[in-house]
């Protein structure tokens, strides 16, 4: 870890739940923006504590399972109607009746495909190159610690005000992580 | 630092997003339009055993069709002539000719001449040259203009869309009978309208279900 | 024993007995059986399906090489063993994302211990399921006709088909059921990477934990396409095997043609599924010393599915009965005779011994707590439910016209195929094993009393109330 | 244009090696799958195209055979020189439809296993060695008194007049007839009552015909011809009195049984006896008939009593006794005097004076060989080796014969001993001449050159002679002589039409001697010990002769419904009493035992198969199968003539059957033969139908509210053409012709035991027989012939993904093969059960199994099948297509009732089947739609099935009514 490298992020570690949780009260009241606070699991309030509101993603996979029945409707009318009208069993060509087990299905595979990509669009994921993953403090963020990071690129960033700010969250460990 | 995984990775994403659905989409149009007989056979223009000219034959001197593929107003097929309709001609004409040396060898032996199929449709689908003729379809929309081919090339796809898309729609494509044979008509210059042709008896109205032309 | 028992916060039902102390606990003995050294007896048994599998993926290639004939099929069973099978295989894949989803939404925390497992196993099912309509027709070389593409024949599917819906409900389950497990897998994958030594480990890991880093602001998205996704999957998985049902619903055939189907269908396939389920997971338990995560609370609840499915699905069997004497209508009044008393009574008894008698003994606690009855019980439900399929199947062999009937005797390749698949599946559940979480550690961790805010460390002692661990019951 | 390959050999063109080589082109196009390029494909045009000749146009030309002396007039398709197919010629007296035989000819024509070339003492050799060697036979033959010459059943008059060259040449030669088809007992029958030198034949036409013993409709006599008229008999317009009547007394269920009005199984051995007590009874009621005894039991039975009460109610010559060739020739005998005295001969019984006079049987044959006075031995187009009873021990006497010669179209058992073999021309290689019991005559053209070095028979007797003449100059110099002047164009007007219009055999009505009967009428004296063993010429492949037909060894027997094989067949309490199970019974029917079937010191050992209404102790053996040297086909099944005797070819008591622990699997194609009371062949007697012609009605499983309606608008068929179809049941006699003529037609694979086993047979037209299973010795057994019926509101249409099967807009269920990827559903979804699925690539598999013949006689407008795909009955829709076009082309577009026929209509002896546009109010087919006995089977499903059926009708016979 050689000192020239550009510092990406400040950590500090903290224990439970109630610690980051109080601690994320803090960080939602001073005045830094790029920060997070990671958990091994989904903590929930968390967000709420950090001061987000709602996912948007609702509205976002709620407009692609219409767009997918809607064109798997429409696709079978035009294929039984127009593109390749043939007379099966004397029904009439628009069998609408027939078409809605297939609109329901690419419904559901819209929605499902849109909510799995959406997360992943809205959590600009995946994004492989992270140097918060190489921290070895970090690493334990997905077994039992929580830490806050708080960016380098946050205007408000300073090295060592910043990790001083960390400790006096309660955080039992804190450090630079460097890209 | 060292990194599991560089930089420009984080990049891979947007690529994958714009990338995939653009194969993707060029796949089928790829497969459409590259698998299919437009591409695959249109112009397939194999070599004859004898130098023919139809541009010669049927475009120079005029020759009707009808007088070698004698059978295509009353029969499925558009016979290929036998030598002796050759012969009918060349027996005083170019009677030496070394092109025509084949031809004369068939007509002394008897056996076939073994010309490349053009034209070629799976077994399972069963054209009628007789009720395309008779209906005022011209050679012309399914062979191209042959009285301008040196050497015969499939100028059509004979896909199975192409042929519904006549059946749907037979209209433009229909000519008085009298003009079947006659590469240069073209019935939408002429102002043809079947509705209107005296010697039509019948609309035509050509099949469009699977039994028409699957058996 | 001394017991340590994790209770919901919220009804103070035992959530889990003898926990980790922490959640590192967790973790350890999640990716315990990835870090062994392999051990001899995974060899044996992947080696061992390894070569079923094998003998499926032989048995298939000489099928396509030489025809369906290879089958025992003929003209009125036109359908054997291949249709069978993945009835059965899609029935077995309908327990993890009903578990998963299902409970998920109705907020059944005791789903976490098994979720990723029954996942897992809905997931290797469909794989197997799919895999036989497939190879089943006769030309399998022009089967992408059934897909929607433009093409230079102008030719189109026709959606009138349940076929047709069927390949769009089982292959969007498939699409839609890995979406859903591989969203559950992301923050365990990350763990792994996190952890492993190994660079080779390491790198995979990293690949498919796609970056993943625990933020809230993730969370946040993530939590709701999963909430999202249990959503979407709850009303896929009853639309699956009620279209699964349509296919012979819709038809006309005496036996088939009933509208009882969808939701008996629906009901088999829960059944069926909890089935494998607790003939895998009571023997992983045991191997990969999960005892504590996969608790005898866990096994009470799903025998308890069991034995309410089970009484569906016998429920059902009766009905049809009835109904095909009640509607008055004589060829279906025969299908249902020739069942239980035709040429192929074994089958059906088969079926109802194994899916309605023997569960019965599941109103016992005390089989509901023995693991080695519990084993024996969900072997006899997996070949009851594939007996069921088979029944359904086989009333091809006598429908309207006499002249027809006819019997289906299965081949060396039909049993190729049937014990291939299950070599297949345990092939797929072997890898999956070693190399991947076997239980969902966030939604461990995130049901652990601690992982409440406003836990008070001291409220987690077991000694106020000591636990008889089989307290509560499934609802 | 891949047809048109062929043509580069034709009937004009008959270079052999030619015709070969187009085959080959011709396979090798049908074997190219759809691939991303086309597959590169020559175009072969004739050097010179014979006139009025075009290619991939088929043509029709007429000619004629016979099996075992049944003539039948042919109209045979060659398509770019091909026969593929082969009819009944109607202007021919003697056709009416076509046989199962007939239609079968045109494969064997392709039999790769047909004899190719001549053999000398096993050794192949040259044709020209062959020519010389027959160049030099009149030498070494010399006067002819070791000259024995062996024929079949040939009534030709151009053979008879070669065969009076032969006796010229050498006068001391003697003539022998043998035919496994033949009719040496009813012969020497109508010998002993003194009518010689006459052929004879029922039309079907008699208000009561008796059958003993005799299946007119199946493997004996003018079949075609009798089931035309007898089906005609049986119209339900007809008044009472002329409506027919059938009884039948049998052994083992034959097809005419099994139409029976009514029928009484009892041993063969005990026939006679009860013509006897019928002759008895017709003596009482007044008739000219000797003094007879009878048994006391068969004089007392109400059956004969009704029967001889219902022969004396009717108009005299109005009824017809026959005998059936079973029987030995003292039952035929008492036949003809029984026919004399009800006025029959010259009516229902009608003789022509024809065939030479002179011929031996085959037991003389034997005696002479015997004694060592046969030095030469000719044997014609016949395998006595193989069929003639075991007792004569005729294979090892023929080759002590210094000199044999074998001619025949397979170098089968009989070529296999011979001296010389020489390979007979196929008679659609042949010309010839046939005159027909009834007495006319037509003359036999070839469609083709002969395929192989062959000789046809007239032109191996003109050979014996010494001379060289070609067929068809023999045929031209016979008739010749019989008109004066503008003979070509006479001729000409033959070969067209198909008859010869002179020189008609002259008919005649014998008289009868009575004397000797009652002195050679032979009863039994007391029941035989033991089984008796009734051998049976099997109803598909005959004496054997039609063994290597892959079509008719698939054929299931109209009764049993057993392919490949024969199989001792016994009555439920037979069975019970042998020790077997009743494997009717079982849930695995096809799973039966072998059992030791011995008499004499002779045992068979062949599997045991339960058939109601054999009659009891009796068991029946198909004659036929089982050959050494038949070809692959012809193996399968097992031979039973080493059972029989000379004396009684056909009966013999005594048998013993011992089960056998080995099991044997049969292919039986329809394994469940109860009805269940479903109401899919209705029927009711012509008394309740005057009573109530509605009666089809009462059958209906929901009243007609109930089923009309549809969820939907009602179904739209716009087409200026509806096609429809009807089958009588009231006239259908189950024979399968349909089935083999659609098989020809439509390119239908067969696919051998092992699939048959497992129910994957093809055929698109099936015929479904019921019958209650549990009777013993009585049966009745009711037929329905059985293909797609294009159902309006097709089931199968609406489960196919792909959209394979679709309607089209004449109401036809179509099926695009090249669309279909073999889901099957369709198949499960079919509530008849009529769609044939490939589930091998059964097309190259019959490639591999019949050489390049198979291709050759494929129908080049019927698309062959891939593996993988499902197929069924079109209604003929490439003949529907062709009409259609021409019908655009020429004209207006509409199709006249009547032009479409569809093969299994064209092929029906019986005329049961109707085909037409029901749009057209007064088609045919309109017609027969509003017959109130029609209905439509399943009709409770609402398919509105566009095959539709007309109830069966029976006409007991009041006394005899049960209860």
Known sequence: MSSSNKVFAAIGEFSTVKEIWHACEKVRDSEFTKWDAHTPFPVHGLEHAMGMGRSRLPFFVFAMGITGAAGAFALQSWISTTAYPIIIAAKPYFSWQAFIPVTFEVMVLFSAGSAVLGMLFLNRLPRWWNPLLESETFKQVTNNKFIISIEASDPKFDPDETQEFLRSLGASKVELVEE | MTHMFPRWTNHLPTAVAVGVPLLGVAVVLGVYYFFSPYYTDVGYEPTQPVPYSHALHAGEMGMDCRYCHNTVEYAAHAAVPPTSTCLNCHKYVKANSEKLSLVRQSGETGEPIPWVKIHQLPDYAYFNHSAHVGAGVGCVSCHGRVDQMEEVWLHEPLSMGWCLDCHRNPEPHLRPVSEVTNMAYDPVAAGYDPSEDPNRTREVNPPVHCAGCHR | MDMRVSRDPVDRRPLLVNPPTDYNGVTEAVAAPIEWKTPMGWWIFFLVSAVFAAMYAGSTAYLIWEGTGIWGLNVPVAWGWAIVNFVFWVGIGHAGTLISAVLFLFRQKWRTSINRFSEAMTIFAVVCALSFPTIHVGRIWLLYWVFPVPNQMGAWPQFRSPLLWDVFAVSIYGTVSVLFWYTGLVPDLATMRDRVKSKVAKFAYGIFALGWTGSTRHWRHYETAYMLLAGLATPLVLSVHSVVSFDFAVSQLPGWHTTIFPPYFVAGAIFSGFGMVLTLMLVSRVIFKLEHIVTMHHLDNMAKVVLLTGMIVGYAYGMEFFIAWYGGNEYEMFAFINRAFGPYWWAYWSMVSCNVLIPQVLWFKTIRHNVAALFVLSIFVNIGMWFERYVIVITLSRDFLPSSWDMFYPTVWDWAALLGSFGLFFTLFSLFVRFLPMVAMAEVKSVMPESDPHHEPDETEAAKQPATATAGGAS | MTRETISAAGPHNPGRRNFLSAVGATVASLQTAACIRKPYEKILPYAERPEDLVPGEARHYATVWNVGGAVQGLLVRSTDGRPTKVDGNPNHPMTGGSTIWAQASVLSLYDPERSKEPVREGEGVSPDEAVGFLKKLPDEIGDGSGLAVVVPELPSPTADRLWEDIRAKYPKA??????????????????????????????????????????????????????????????????????????????????????????????????????????????????????????????????????????????????????????????????????????????????????????????????????????????????????????????????????????????????????????????????????????????????????????????????????????????????????????????????????????????????????????????????????????????????????????????????????????????????????????????????????????????????????????????????????????????????????????????????????????????????????????????????????????????????????????????????????????????????????????????????????????????????????????????????????????????????????????????????????????????????????????????????????????????????????????????????????????????????????????????????????????????????????????????????????????????????????
């Open chain 4, 174 to 963: 003697e003539l022998y007839r043998f035919d496994g088809a033949g009719t040496d007992h009813a012969r020497a029958g109508a010998a002993m009552v003194g009518i010689e030198g006459a052929a004879w034949t029922t039309d079907g036409t008699p208000t009561v015909i008796a059958a003993f013993d005799a299946d007119p409709i199946g493997t004996e006599g003018d079949t075609t011809a009798f089931t035309k008229a007898f089906a005609a008999g049986r119209d339900p317009n007809r008044k009472p009195a002329e409506a027919n009547r059938l009884y039948v007394v049998e052994p083992h269920v034959s097809i005419t049984g099994s139409n029976a009005d009514h029928r009484m199984a009892v041993k063969g051995s005990e026939v006679g006896d009860f013509l006897a007590a019928l002759a008895h009874h017709l003596k009482k009621g007044g008739l000219n008939v000797p003094t007879l005894d009878a048994p006391k039991d068969k004089l007392d039975s109400k059956f004969v009593k009704a029967l001889a009460k219902d022969l004396l109610s009717r108009k005299r010559g109005s009824t017809i006794v026959m005998v059936g060739e079973r029987q030995p020739a003292h039952v035929h005998a008492l036949g003809f005097v029984l026919n004399e005295a009800l006025g029959n001969f010259g009516k229902t019984l009608r003789f022509t004076k024809q065939g030479p006079t002179e011929v031996g049987a085959l037991s003389d044959l034997v005696r002479r060989m015997n004694d060592g006075s046969v030095k030469q031995l000719v044997v014609m187009g016949s395998n006595p080796v193989y069929e003639a009873p075991a007792d004569l021990n005729f294979g090892e006497l023929f080759q002590k014969v210094p000199l044999t010669i074998h001619l025949g179209l397979y170098r089968d058992e009989t070529g296999r001993l011979a001296t010389w073999h020489i390979p007979q021309s196929h008679y659609l290689e042949s010309w010839g001449d046939l005159r027909a019991r009834e007495g006319t005559t037509a003359i036999q053209q070839p469609l083709v050159a002969p395929l192989y070095p062959s000789l046809s028979p007239i032109e191996f007797m003109a050979r014996l002679t010494g001379a060289e003449s070609k067929g068809y100059d023999l045929v031209r110099a016979t008739h010749q002589g019989a008109i004066s002047g503008g003979f070509d164009k006479r001729w000409q007007r033959w070969l067209h039409d198909g008859v010869v219009d002179v020189g008609q055999a002259p008919s005649f009505v014998p008289s009868v001697k009575t004397d000797g009967l009652a002195a050679a009428y032979k009863f039994r004296a007391e029941r035989a010990q033991g089984l008796e063993l009734a051998f049976v010429r099997d109803n598909a492949v005959l004496d054997g002769r039609f063994g290597n037909s892959p079509w008719l060894q698939e054929l299931p027997d109209p009764i049993t419904k057993i392919a490949w094989d024969n199989a001792a067949v016994v009555s439920p309490n037979t069975a019970e009493k042998i020790g077997v199970p009743n494997n009717l019974e079982q849930s695995s029917v096809r799973d039966t035992v072998m059992v030791d079937v011995s008499v004499g010191g002779e045992t068979v050992r062949l599997p045991v198969w339960v058939q109601p209404g054999t009659a009891e102790d009796v068991v029946v053996l198909s004659l036929g199968y089982g050959r050494k040297h038949g070809g692959k086909f012809a193996k399968s099944g097992f031979d039973v003539n080493s059972l029989r005797t000379a004396e009684s070819p056909y009966i013999r008591s005594g048998a013993k059957v011992t089960p056998t622990r080995k099991g044997y699997a049969v292919a039986c194609m329809q394994p469940e033969a109860s009805m269940h009371d479903r109401p899919i062949v209705r029927d009711a007697t012509r008394g309740d139908f005057t009573d109530e012609p509605n009666f089809v009605e009462k059958f209906e499983v929901m009243d007609e509210d109930h089923v009309a309606s549809l969820l939907w608008d009602e179904p739209e068929y716009t087409a200026e053409h509806q096609w429809a179809l009807t089958i009588d049941l009231n006239s259908c006699v189950g024979c399968g012709s349909c089935t083999v003529a659609c098989q020809a037609e439509n390119n239908i694979p067969w696919v051998g035991k092992e699939d048959a086993l497992k129910g994957r047979e093809m055929h698109w037209i099936r015929i479904d027989r019921y019958f209650e299973p549990k009777h013993s010795d009585q049966v009745e057994v009711r037929y329905q012939p059985m293909a797609c019926v294009q159902c309006e509101t097709a089931p199968c249409e609406n489960v196919c993904p792909v959209g394979a099967t679709v309607h089209g807009p004449e109401g036809l269920n179509n099926m695009a093969y090249n669309r279909c990827i073999g889901t099957r559903y369709c198949s499960n979804n079919c509530p008849y059960k009529v769609r044939r699925f490939n589930f091998f690539h059964y097309t190259v598999r019959n490639d591999a199994d019949y050489g390049m013949g198979i291709a050759m006689q494929r129908n080049p407008d019927v698309t062959v099948r891939y593996r993988g795909v499902m197929e069924k009955c079109t209604y003929c829709v490439q003949r529907i297509n062709k009409a259609r076009i021409h019908a655009k082309v020429n004209g207006d577009g509409i199709i006249p009732d009547g032009t479409v026929k569809t093969a299994c209509q064209e092929a029906c002896p019986a005329d049961c089947i109707t085909f037409g546009n029901i749009r057209d109010p007064d088609s045919k087919v309109s017609h027969t739609r509003e017959d109130p006995r029609n209905y439509a089977v399943l009709s409770e499903l609402n398919l509105r099935p566009r095959t539709t059926y007309l109830a069966k009708l029976t006409n007991p016979n009041p006394d005899l009514a049960e209860g």
